[in-house]
């Protein structure tokens, strides 16, 4: 009998998705949804329970059960990858074909190939994504723009970036694919068909099969994502210990549990991501009923020089250089500009203050959202590293943080204020609109928006109504009130776009808006409301 047998792919089948939905590809995916399903759900309700404890006034602090591994210094990480030696630059985007050719050929030294916050888990994305990256190792993808003529191609070998690829959550589920009647997890799913692919393609191209592992909450999930490797390495008989990840440390919890992550993942690891704005999205989430302390500024007023989020920066640096591993830099959401040279200017020199600030922390190198950026971004980077490939000889040991200075949320300086407010609204609903289109980002009002920004937008609104916060010029936040705005800047985007204002679609953003800002039950994911409107 086939590990296949009792699987079902219920999604329609386009041209060439028999390349990806091998009989083989999908007896891997069979093999790690029986093995590994039930504890997946199990750590799901472990991440409930945690949460029931905080809503009832508990807190968050580093485990007492795992201060030997934290105490053990002798332990490190296993070396990089060959190719993830030098990261000092790294482009993250969508996988359509277009953005694979100009992501590898930007000029960084990796690329994160994104089905998570950049990307909307369309059944179609996730197969011609696969397909794309794919194509791109075996250098038979290529792309012609019809309205412009404009033909991609790919540049030579060794000036491509590394791909590193970034599966879905482990709370994502694959309702397309069905095993013993059961729908699988999209992080299984995506990780199963890229390697059975590609794993081999990159070993033979002398590098390895690499991953970003986004949104944990906990070491056990990091065990669970390294009984995977282990796992799917001997059923293609590839040597344990070949799969190397990045952790984005990029969940309140997870910020107490940096170094037993690298523990769990130490034969795979290939260091820790600080992932600024899932981590804006969980403080706001896990302390969203807990009344004024914990009540952040709007969006546009939290900077990374925040307390809170320097202490979460600096204990993620001096973690991953005291365990040999990287530290990599997050996102400026600033979006430079082809067209407004003043709008490329504001951003160009924010993200150079951004990777400026990261460098001299030690991190060993950074994110950046568009090809515009790379060379900024190389350039800060090269001041600081010069011709080493990273600075992780730099330990940080004088830094010390506290649980306290994780969860100093009070001490962030910033208001609360109408314009904030209108401001998440009209965010939200432009970016459910374009999620719901197909894409996963966009930039607005010349910032980049995701999932994970558009996750910060929609529990602000629903913290502030949850906790009757007043704005600063003295408004008290309500369902009613935002209901107006709702109205108001809904108004406002059917003016601005004329004929290019898709009815219909804004009419779903603003259900699913409602229903994420204005129910009394929170929902842990915009995502998963959002991704049961799909057929
Ligand atoms: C919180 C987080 O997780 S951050 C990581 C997840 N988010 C992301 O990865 C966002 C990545 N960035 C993007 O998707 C895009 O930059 C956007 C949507 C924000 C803006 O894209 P556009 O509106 O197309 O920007 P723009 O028109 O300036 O693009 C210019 C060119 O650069 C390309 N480009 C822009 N961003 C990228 C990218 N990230 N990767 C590859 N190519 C890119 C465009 O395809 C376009 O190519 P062309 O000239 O050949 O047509
Ligand atoms: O994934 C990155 C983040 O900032 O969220
Ligand atoms: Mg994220």
Redesign the pocket.
């Known amino acids: 009998m086939a590990a296949r047998d009792g699987l079902e792919v219920t999604g329609p089948l386009g041209d060439r998705y028999d390349e990806i939905l091998t009989p083989e590809a999908l007896d891997l995916v069979a093999v790690l949804h029986r093995e590994f399903g039930a504890r997946r759900k199990e750590l799901l309700k472990a991440r409930a329970e945690r949460q029931e404890r905080l809503s009832a006034g508990g807190t968050l602090d580093f485990l007492p059960d795992t201060a030997a591994v934290r105490a053990d210094d002798s332990w490190r990480v296993n070396e990089p990858g060959k190719g993830l030696e030098d990261r000092r630059v790294e482009?993250?985007?969508?996988t359509d074909r277009?953005?694979t050719i100009?992501?590898l050929n930007?000029g960084a030294k990796v690329w994160?190939a994104?089905f998570?916050?950049?990307n909307t888990p369309l059944w179609t994305n996730m197969i011609e994504g696969q397909l794309s990256l794919r194509d791109a190792l075996d250098r038979t993808i290529d792309f012609t723009?019809a309205k412009s003529g404009?033909s991609?191609a790919l540049k030579a070998d060794e000036e491509l970036a590394t791909i590193v690829v970034r599966p879905r959550g482990w709370h994502m589920e694959e309702k397309h694919v069905l095993v013993d009647g059961e729908p699988i997890s999209g992080s299984l799913f995506d990780f199963a068909l890229y390697f059975f692919h590609c794993a081999r393609r990159q070993l033979a191209k002398g590098k390895g099969p690499y991953f970003y592992l986004p949104k944990m909450e906990s070491h056990l999930e990091a065990r669970l994502w390294n009984d995977v490797f282990n796992l799917a390495q001997d059923e293609l008989e590839i040597p344990r210990g070949t799969i190397r990840a990045t952790v984005l440390i990029e969940t309140i919890p997870a910020a107490f549990e940096m170094e037993e992550i690298l523990y769990e993942l130490r034969d795979h690891s290939a260091g820790l991501n600080a992932?600024r704005?899932?981590y804006l999205f969980s403080v706001i989430k896990k302390f969203r009923d807990r009344g004024a302390d914990f009540v952040l500024p709007e969006r546009n007023a939290i900077t990374m020089t925040a307390p809170f989020m320097r202490a979460y920066t600096e204990l993620l640096v001096r973690t991953c250089h005291k365990r040999g591993a990287h530290a990599i830099g997050g996102?400026a959401a600033f979006?430079?500009?082809?067209k407004d040279a003043e709008v490329n200017k504001v951003a160009l020199e924010k993200v150079r203050a951004d990777k400026t600030r990261e460098s001299g922390d030690g991190f060993d190198g950074s994110?950046v959202?568009?090809?515009?950026l790379v060379p900024v971004c190389r350039e800060v980077f090269d001041g600081v590293l010069g011709d080493k490939p990273n600075q992780r000889d730099r330990l940080r040991e004088e830094v010390k943080v506290a649980a306290a200075d994780l969860l100093n949320i009070k001490a962030t300086p910033g208001d609360i204020t109408e314009a904030g407010l209108r401001g998440n609204v009209d965010v939200a609903l432009r970016y459910l609109a374009t999620w719901l289109d197909g894409?996963g980002?966009?930039?607005i009002h010349n910032l980049?928006e995701?999932a994970?920004?558009a996750e910060i937008s929609r529990s602000q609104v629903w913290q502030w109504i949850y906790n009757g916060v007043v704005t600063a010029e003295g408004q008290k936040i309500t369902k009613e009130w935002v209901e107006q705005i709702l109205d108001e800047e809904l108004a406002k985007i059917r003016t601005e776009l004329g004929d290019a204002f898709n009815e219909p679609r804004y009419n779903q953003a603003v259900a699913l808006f409602k229903e994420v800002t204005l129910a009394d039950e929170y929902s842990e994911f915009l995502t998963t409301p959002a991704y049961v409107r799909f057929p």
């Open positions: 482009i993250t985007g969508p277009k953005m100009n992501a930007s994160l994104d998570e916050d950049a723009d404009k991609y992932g704005w899932d996102m979006i430079p500009s082809r994110w959202a568009h090809p515009d894409a980002a966009v930039a980049m995701d994970a920004t």
